[in-house]
């Protein structure tokens, strides 16, 4: 687990556009979260347990699922509402688009 609070901090304010989406559709909380030392064995011995065919992880307890309702109360985020629906977009149209959010230049994106 890494910190995404710092990373967020380093690459500087968030584009205003960008902050109204996450803002918007409740993820907010999420750019808050940090944990500051990760924990590589227990990462290691989840991902040795991950079912893929039964998207669940087996342990010495039994077999486990983290529901969507596990996801909001960990990370606070709201599971209310409708899915949010995006237009399909190109490559190129895409990366221009994450350029002038991102504020970075052509080079810097690819």
Known sequence: MISHGRKLNKVGI??????????????LPLCRIGYEVPDKGL???FVERWHKDTNSFHLLLG??????DDVS?????PIVGQFSTCEVL???????LL????GVSETQAN
Do not use: C
């Open 63 to 68: 077999e486990m699922t983290i529901a969507l």
């Open 43 to 45: 990462i290691t011995a």
């Open 90 to 96: 190109s490559y190129d149209e895409a990366n221009d």
């Open 14 to 27: 968030p584009h205003p556009q960008v902050h109204g989406f996450v803002e918007n559709y409740g993820l």
């Open 73 to 77: 109360s960990i990370l606070h985020i």
């Open 99 to 102: 350029i002038d959010l991102l």
